[in-house]
């Protein structure tokens, strides 16, 4: 897990009046009152938020905590980073929602050894320069096997993506390409079976197509719809974890201008017997107090 505050390439150091810090993998019964009497330890604590399910008020299992100054973030994610909690063991960082939302060319690194941080990737990608690179993990702190990295140059990104696609890294070969979730421009050039879904489109009901639904080949990746406009990625990967196999990557669909929710997503694991596994299981049950539906993603 990375040091926050440390001047390297993967994470931006933290700076400014005041910082916010994700808190995830909460005990379910932690109330706003507890963690910030406990993260009050490490600073001075401007505001406490656990994150709650807006219809029946559960706990999502995280939250944001704001403090005064960066110093404290930086000293609070060093101390507490991997603590207990409530029976718990925390995961803290920085709150990336600011990030995600930066400008530059994002570019999609999936297949990643569970092993692998931000770090590692910062020292391969380093002949590219990349100003952000972000290992995505579980409200745990668990790898999801998947990273983005941000480039500032459409021909920069584009040159990562030729050289590294296919790159082995500790015996896995890593797959590069433009990072659909939030509109990269990188073409991928990879081709076979994770190529792009050009032909695919999808309205506002996150139905994809037009007609009615065919039977589809079974693949690695499963087309989730139906979901509430406040389902997060971490709603869908959790959900999707109860299936017995953890996946590789768990995404909401965005819009692009907005980055509103599509009301679907898309979950891909390691096999087809996985992901088939999960959608029988998964299948019509509730997330969110919606019945999502699960196929077989069609864009391969």
């Not at 037009?210 to 139906?226: A, Q, Y």
Request: proline share 3%.
């Amino acid at each position: 897990m990375e040091v926050m505050g440390e001047s390297h390439m993967g994470e931006e150091p933290l700076s400014g009046a005041g910082c916010t810090l994700f808190v995830g993998n909460l005990s379910w019964a932690t109330t706003n009152e507890e963690l910030s009497e406990f993260m009050a330890n490490y600073g001075t604590v401007a505001s406490c938020q656990v994150q709650a399910h807006a219809d029946t008020g559960r706990s999502k299992g995280w939250a944001l905590v704001t403090y005064t100054t960066a110093e404290e973030c930086t000293y609070t994610i060093q101390q507490t980073n991997g603590q207990e909690f409530n029976g718990r063991n925390l995961n803290v960082r920085q709150d990336r929602s600011q990030m995600e939302e930066l400008s530059g060319f994002p570019v999609f690194v999936g297949n990643l050894p569970w092993s692998t941080t931000s770090e590692d990737l910062s020292d391969l990608f380093r002949d590219f320069g990349p100003f952000d690179v972000h290992v995505k993990t579980t409200m745990a702190g668990r790898s999801r096997g998947f990273a983005i990295l941000r480039f500032e140059s459409l021909e920069v990104a584009q040159q990562a993506t030729a050289a590294m696609n296919g790159h082995e890294l500790e015996g896995r070969s890593i797959e590069v390409r433009e990072d659909r979730q939030t509109g990269g421009q990188v073409p991928n050039n990879s081709g076979g079976a994770r190529g792009g879904r050009k032909n695919q489109s999808s309205n506002e009901n996150g139905q994809q197509g037009g007609g009615e639904e065919e039977e589809l080949p079974p693949s690695m990746t499963l087309f989730v719809t139906n979901l509430d406009w406040k389902s997060t990625d971490d709603d869908l990967f959790q959900h999707f974890s109860q299936a017995g196999s953890t996946p590789i990557s768990a995404t909401v669909q965005k819009n692009e201008s907005t980055h509103r929710s599509k009301g679907w997503g898309l979950v891909t694991y390691n096999t087809t017997d996985e992901a088939d596994a999960a959608r029988i299981q998964l299948n019509s049950t509730d997330l969110d107090s919606r019945k999502i539906r699960i196929r077989f993603d069609k864009g391969r």
